[in-house]
Nanobody, 121 residues
Framework: QVQLVDSGGGLVQPGGSLRLSCARSGSIFAVDYMGWYRQAPGKQRELVARITSIGDTIYADSVKGRFTISVDNAKNTVYLQMNSLKPEDTAVYYC???????????????WGQGTQVTVSS
């Protein structure tokens, strides 16, 4: 019912920028929040940024001041603008959404397929 398609990753030099996009499709009752996680080789998946339905945002300390999460409701799309990229930002980035399919079903997590971000000289 819910599909998340994330894109925008690639190879970038340190100090460069990328913008990730996550397009949602499918009917839902409500979206509680959307965000981005990342997983580097040999590491656990970690939260990068999240935006709630009322517009509150949180960021991992490691990306605060460099990354910005935003949404375009008309396009059902969430973005992650990544500036001043560092080699340690290299990871697969996954879009995540916490949604409810109906008023009587509990919140569930949905995930994009992941997009690779590589920061290297």
């Amino acid at each position: 019912q819910v599909q998340l398609v994330d894109s925008g990753g690639g190879l970038v030099q340190p100090g460069g920028s990328l913008r990730l996009s996550c397009a949602r499709s499918g009917s839902i009752f409500a979206v509680d929040y959307m965000g981005w996680y990342r997983q580097a080789p040999g590491k656990q998946r970690e939260l990068v940024a999240r935006i709630t339905s009322i517009g509150d945002t949180i960021y991992a300390d490691s990306v605060k001041g460099r990354f910005t999460i935003s949404v375009d409701n008309a396009k059902n799309t969430v973005y992650l603008q990544m500036n001043s990229l560092k080699p340690e930002d290299t990871a697969v980035y996954y879009c995540n959404a916490a949604v409810r399919l109906s008023s009587w079903t509990p919140q569930g997590d949905y995930w994009g397929q992941g997009t690779q971000v590589t920061v290297s000289s």
